[in-house]
């Protein structure tokens, strides 16, 4: 039976499941589609042993899916054989506890406006960041420039039950996306910023892609992959006019699309290869081989 990779997908973008689908037609592998808001699991039917999957959708019903799907015999990106149900969900303050550069960061828990200042003055002094997580392409990523933009941010969320968090602005920076599969960096591109607005976006410029990336952006995207128990990520990173790089995030799953069709980087190929090797090890655990 040739290998198959099941993918999880719930509102993905088209160009994720072309890449994925040509990458394995071009190693032999199966590539199945599972659609998350029309999955219904047969329990007759599940994953076979050596099988490989991704969710490719980041919603919670994707989320779910996945977890119904999963085993310990099923290759995956998670470290753990079944990572999927102990993602974190504080990811910066994990990072700051395991001692990545981060910009100062807190949770937003009062609308307290002493408190508030406070923790400005803590993270810097004004203007700070105020974050949402699980949002994607910038979105939940607001700037408060003074009081009265963030009071009116801490009353809006706090009441609507967000949990934010404040974050010190580091400027003037430059924001890389590093793409991580399986241990490499094997991406890296810079983010300009969007006209009239602090937020950056992807570039479609080949000249801003690197395959090889920097090796201090390397080593700081492997070690966020690391943390987070995950080997694919898309890690950004702010490098300072300074040279000191400020981790961000690192998202999984993540887009990679951007750096294969602008930067014409495989990713997708180093995505499938790396699973088939830990389906190949998994196959081989079952029928007693080395």
């Known amino acids: 039976?040739?290998?198959?990779?099941?993918?999880?997908?719930?509102?993905?973008?088209?160009?994720?499941?072309?890449?994925?689908?040509?990458?394995c037609a071009a190693r032999g592998v199966e590539f199945v589609r599972i659609d998350a808001g029309r999955f219904e699991l047969d329990p007759e039917e599940g994953l076979a042993w050596g099988d490989m999957l991704y969710r490719a959708g980041i919603s919670g019903r994707a989320m779910r899916v996945e977890q119904q799907l999963l085993h310990p015999g099923v290759a995956t990106f998670y470290v753990e054989p079944l990572g999927a149900f102990w993602g974190p969900i504080n990811y910066p303050l994990l990072f700051q506890q395991v001692g990545l550069p981060m910009p100062r960061t807190l949770p937003m828990e009062t609308a307290d406006?002493?408190?508030?200042?406070?923790?400005?003055?803590?993270?810097?002094?004004?203007?700070?960041?105020?974050?949402?997580?699980?949002?994607?392409?910038?979105?939940?990523?607001?700037?408060?420039?003074g009081p009265t933009a963030l009071y009116g941010l801490a009353d809006l969320l706090l009441a609507e039950g967000r949990t934010p968090f404040m974050s010190a602005y580091v400027d003037p920076a430059d924001h890389w996306?590093?793409?991580?599969?399986?241990?490499?960096?094997?991406?890296?591109?810079?983010?300009?910023?969007?006209?009239?607005?602090f937020r950056?976006?992807?570039?479609?410029?080949?000249?801003?892609?690197?395959?090889?990336?920097?090796?201090?952006?390397?080593?700081?995207?492997?070690?966020?992959?690391?943390?987070?128990?995950?080997?694919?990520?898309?890690?950004?990173?702010?490098?300072?006019?300074?040279?000191?790089?400020?981790?961000?995030?690192?998202?999984?799953?993540?887009?990679?699309?951007?750096?294969?069709?602008?930067?014409?980087?495989?990713?997708?190929?180093?995505?499938?290869?790396?699973?088939?090797?830990?389906?190949?090890h998994l196959r081989s655990r079952e029928t007693g081989g080395a």
């Open 1 to 23: 039976m040739s290998p198959r990779l099941v993918c999880i997908e719930d509102e993905t973008p088209q160009i994720t499941l072309d890449y994925l689908g040509e990458a």
């Open 113 to 145: 406006r002493a408190a508030l200042e406070r923790a400005v003055a803590w993270l810097g002094g004004y203007p700070v960041v105020v974050k949402m997580l699980g949002g994607s392409r910038g979105v939940g990523v607001l700037r408060a420039d």
């Open 177 to 197: 996306r590093v793409t991580v599969v399986g241990g490499r960096a094997v991406a890296a591109y810079l983010n300009p910023k969007e006209a009239q607005d």
């Open 200 to 280: 950056t976006y992807g570039s479609e410029r080949p000249e801003d892609f690197l395959a090889d990336p920097p090796a201090d952006l390397a080593e700081l995207a492997l070690a966020a992959a690391r943390a987070s128990r995950v080997e694919l990520a898309g890690v950004d990173i702010l490098r300072h006019e300074s040279g000191r790089l400020y981790l961000l995030e690192a998202n999984f799953p993540c887009y990679f699309a951007q750096a294969q069709e602008f930067g014409g980087v495989d990713v997708a190929g180093a995505m499938v290869e790396h699973l088939m090797a830990k389906a190949a």
